[in-house]
């Protein structure tokens, strides 16, 4: 059974610092890996997919990495923002119809 | 550009009664989804549907649970008898199935209360 783990659970930065969201699972045979966003009491925002064949992705000041053989993702955010904060989720896409596994995700807090 | 819609966004219902969720894929995908969300926790998988059947669920969703798409445009999510415990965030998504690892894309949700 495929098991998402963030961490940090959370983080607070200043603004303008580079930063590292990791995200592992347990089960390296996955179709995809998304990234999302979540603000509060709000849905999910796709921010980059990465398929298993592929390594990084790559959107604007975002970039995201995939080592299926040791089950780890990392999200890299360029010169943070305030309008950055939020929820960040990862999850993998697996199983038959491609179903997503979310970790517990890691919330950013980006200081002025 | 196409989006995943919901409605209603916000359902509060008494314990015990039957609710309906609505959702509009993206008109050419194939593949439905449900997710759950419950206030502070993970987003769960539900269920998926392809092809006017279920294809994969979870442990969670159980015979007080049941999906169809009854117009080709629609796809839902009825709740039977609702339960304290079905309060959550409820997320519709599609996908276009050529290949697994394709994008899913998700609506904005529908917040379900249980009183």
């Known amino acids: 059974k495929q098991e998402v783990t963030q961490i940090p659970a959370a983080l607070s930065v200043p603004e303008g610092e580079n930063l590292v969201l990791n995200c592992s699972f347990t089960d390296s045979a996955i179709y995809n890996l998304q990234w999302f966003r979540q603000d509060p009491g709000k849905g999910l925002t796709s921010l980059l997919l990465i398929q298993s064949s592929q390594r990084e992705q790559t959107s604007g000041r975002l970039n995201a990495s995939l080592d299926k053989s040791s089950g780890r993702s990392t999200l890299y955010i360029a010169a943070s923002q305030p309008g950055d904060s939020a929820t960040y989720l990862c999850a993998t896409g697996s199983g038959n119809t491609g179903k997503l596994i979310f970790g517990q995700g890691t919330t950013l807090q980006v200081k002025p | 550009e196409p989006e995943v819609t919901q409605t209603p966004s916000h359902q509060v219902t008494q314990m015990g009664q039957e609710v309906i969720l609505r959702c509009v894929p993206i008109s050419n995908h194939l593949y439905f989804y449900w997710y759950r969300q419950i206030l502070g926790q993970k987003v769960e998988f539900l269920v998926s549907f392809y092809n006017n059947e279920i294809s994969e669920k979870s442990e969670i969703f159980d015979d007080q649970f049941s999906v169809e798409r009854p117009d080709g445009s629609n796809f839902t999510l009825k709740i039977r008898s609702t339960k304290l415990e079905d309060s959550a965030m409820y997320f519709c998504?599609?996908?276009?199935?050529?290949?697994?690892?394709?994008?899913?894309?998700f609506g904005p949700g529908t917040r379900l209360t249980v009183t």
């Open positions: 998504a599609s996908h276009l199935l050529r290949d697994r690892a394709y994008e899913q894309y």
